[in-house]
């Protein structure tokens, strides 16, 4: 990999870590956040829903404009949103504050991984497998450090406010790093440039509505629309699984159940789980750039992971650690291998919003996990959940080896945009 391709692989990855830092530091605190609120975990489910569904909505967006601005451009503006809104959750004084903040703070979130992904799929020529596989080791980075900062905000400041603010102030310095470095073939962010690309949007609506037609001939692979299926149910299960493990392993394991403080000891066992998906987000960048069928290796990792998602759920204590430990670090594989295919799928030119939709269906439609995972959990628990999520794997599965077999298959059709007179 060249010189070029790599610091821009770095700061692309370094923007992953973030942003996956400041969404997984709800999950961390979320039973202290019920409890000083006096909430339920439905009500707090419903916050997070909210947030992390404009978390994947607003990668529609996200992905248009780096299409179109350039994603570095892109990128360092949804960082400094990022830290600034992270900021106000921190400085929030009640349940609607939090919750307009929160949104927020998704809305802002939804930016990194069109604008990142696209970035990566764009300028770097050679190992892009393993350009997307150190861009997941480091947004894993992001998910298993930030239940350990979180809890230790939680134990020394007795705020999980603080763990906001912190995470908020690193934002802010990234997002300056980010600012001043330059990237080949890539225009720096500079505010003006939102109203030269408003403008433009403006010029041409005045150009259809002058008249001019063009007859537009689109292709769509087939395998898309099945790495599309797959998305969805994935996001689910990583939203599901993520929000609730700390709580899960606070109700079902003896030795954090009879801890002092079992938030803080469960924040240190989930990151201790989560880091072993950094090797399995490693491997799964790694191994695509070697595989004849890269296709069929989201296949074989569902196949693994529903049976896993059925034992988080059925298990206890250390039988539940174990389990807890393989579906880390086999499931976390999943997202460089989809990137890689989702990348081979769509067009250079439309990379952005191919990214943009894929992570609006992992981060939108996955946001029900939160709202439904919180009334199981209310009602049923929070091991119930967990067999809801094992289902859910095994209809990914079937999703993914859809993808290999329709490879070769292609919708084409013309459309063409009219207005209508009178």
């Known amino acids: 990999m060249d010189s070029q391709s ?9 923007s992953h870590f973030i ?37 994947g909505l607003g990668s529609f967006p996200a992905g248009f ?58 300028r770097v020529r050679e190992h892009k497998g393993r350009a997307l596989g150190l861009h997941g080791v480091m947004g894993n980075v992001g998910l298993f450090m930030t239940p350990l900062v979180a809890g230790l905000a939680v134990k020394f400041f007795h705020s999980w406010r603080a763990a906001y603010l912190i995470y908020g102030c690193v934002g802010v310095a990234f997002a300056m790093l980010l600012y001043f470095a330059r990237v080949e073939d890539e225009e720096d962010f500079h505010f003006r440039d939102l109203g030269r690309f408003f403008a433009s949007l403006g010029k041409r609506r005045e150009r ?51 801890a002092d403080f079992p938030v803080v000891i469960a924040a240190y066992v989930t990151t201790a789980v989560l880091l072993l998906g950094l090797i399995g987000a490693w491997f799964g960048g790694y191994i695509n750039d ?19 998602l059925y034992g988080l759920g059925s298990l206890s204590d250390n039988r539940l650690l174990v389990c807890a430990c393989l579906f880390s670090l086999i499931y976390y ?42 009334y199981v959990a209310d009602n049923l628990g929070v091991d119930r ?15 993914a080896a859809a993808v290999y077999l329709v490879r070769r298959y292609l919708l084409k059709f013309t459309w063409r945009l009219e207005r209508e007179e009178g």
């Open 6 to 14: 790599l610091k821009l692989t770095w700061l692309a990855s370094f």
């Open 290 to 308: 070697r595989l004849k069928r890269p296709e069929l290796f989201p296949a074989l990792i569902f196949l693994v992971v529903a049976p896993l």
């Open 65 to 122: 404009l780096a299409d179109r601005l350039g994603s570095k451009r892109v990128l360092t503006f949804g960082l400094f949103g990022m830290a600034a809104s992270s900021i106000l959750v921190g400085l929030s004084q009640g349940l609607w504050d939090f919750a307009l903040a929160y949104a927020l703070l998704g809305l802002s979130a939804s930016i990194h991984h069109p604008a990142g992904l696209s970035l990566i799929a764009r």
């Open 333 to 374: 594989a999943w997202q460089p291998a989809q990137n890689y295919l989702i990348a081979r799928y769509t067009r250079k030119a439309s990379h952005g919003m191919g990214f943009g939709v894929n992570f609006f269906l992992i981060f939108g439609m996955g946001s029900v996990a939160t709202s439904s995972g919180g």
């Open 385 to 399: 959940f967990y067999l809801i999520l094992a289902a859910v794997g095994a209809a990914a599965m079937l999703a």
């Open 208 to 258: 259809e509505e002058s008249g001019e037609r063009e007859e537009q001939v689109s292709v769509l692979p087939v395998a898309l629309i099945f790495l599309y299926l797959g998305s969805i149910l994935s996001g689910y299960i990583f939203r599901g699984s993520l929000t609730f493990m700390p709580a899960l392993l606070q109700q079902e394991v003896d030795f954090i159940i009879a």
């Open 19 to 55: 942003t996956h830092g400041f969404m997984t530091l709800l999950p961390a605190i979320l039973v202290v956040i019920t409890a000083e609120q006096s909430i339920s975990f439905t009500e707090i489910g419903i916050i997070a829903n909210v947030g992390y569904f404009l978390y």
